[in-house]
């Protein structure tokens, strides 16, 4: 499948979203900020999400005022660029305040509804 189709890239966003949850599943704030690994997955995975909604590009800016496509977009160059930078909190506070906006305008878009089965969430 071309990689500039839109429908793949919002899945791909899906299944990154899936994998951060995964990851953070049982985890505090401070048991992110003491895990490495789980760290450098968690940015794996939101450079990922960052470079599909760039292949997506700005169809979805205005319909999707409170996500914040743009600044989306740009994540990846911070997580490539500006990694020594990259503040844990801040990372915490995205992935566990912003996905699930992120997830519903994604399936949205796909004429998706929300799984049924309740989502791994952190611990906040």
Not at 63 to 92: A, M, N, T
Request: hydrophobic fraction near 35%; glycine fraction near 4%; proline fraction near 5%.
């Amino acid at each position: 499948m071309s990689s500039s189709d839109p429908a793949r890239r919002l899945r791909d966003i899906l299944e990154n979203i899936r994998r951060i949850r995964a990851y953070l599943a049982g985890m505090t704030a401070e048991d992110f900020a003491a895990d490495e690994k789980t760290q450098d997955a968690v940015e794996r995975c939101l450079s990922r999400i960052s470079e599909a909604a760039r292949m997506i590009g700005p169809a979805l800016d205005a319909k999707y005022p409170e996500i914040e496509f743009p600044k989306l977009r740009q994540l990846g160059s911070v997580l490539r660029h500006d990694y020594d930078d990259i503040d844990c909190e801040l990372l915490w506070r995205a992935v566990t305040g912003r996905l699930d906006a992120l997830e519903a305008a994604c399936r949205s878009e796909l004429g998706e509804q929300r799984p049924s089965r309740r989502s791994i969430r952190p611990r906040v």
